[in-house]
């Protein structure tokens, strides 16, 4: 069984920033396939966010995220980032970690091809 935990949201003003991040327990780190950011805001659905291969050598972002949110992990800690820059109210939400279970050449960002969940941290953004 795997458990993924969340760290690092909390308030800021727009044009902030902010670093989440997750640890992953209960298997080794050659358990895990591609790693991923979602985030659910309020009445909305969840979406993608970010996602990076086992390697580290593939990134997927939303286009609503990229060239501000940078995504890395580190294998040796079973740890994954986001590093969030420039941040808009719009990116007020919850925000999960996921881990997909297989092995990819490129990160998913369909939510159903992840296998485990972190409980969420917020992140609320005010103008």
């Known amino acids: 069984q795997v458990q993924l935990a969340e760290s690092g949201g909390g308030s800021v003003q727009a044009g902030g920033s902010l670093r989440l991040s997750c640890v992953g327990s209960g298997r080794t780190r050659s358990s895990y396939g591609s790693m991923g950011w979602f985030r659910q805001a309020p009445g909305k659905e969840r979406e993608f966010v970010a996602a990076i291969t086992w390697s580290g050598g593939g990134e997927n972002y939303a286009n609503s995220v990229k060239g501000r949110f940078t995504i890395s992990r580190d294998n040796a800690k079973n740890m994954v980032y986001l590093q969030m820059n420039s941040l808009k109210p719009e990116d007020t939400a919850v925000y999960y970690c996921?881990?997909?279970?297989?092995?990819?050449?490129?990160?998913?960002?369909?939510?159903?091809?992840?296998?485990?969940w972190g409980q969420g941290t917020q992140v609320t953004v005010s103008s």
């Open positions: 996921a881990a997909d279970a297989s092995s990819r050449w490129f990160p998913p960002d369909d939510p159903d091809e992840y296998d485990y």
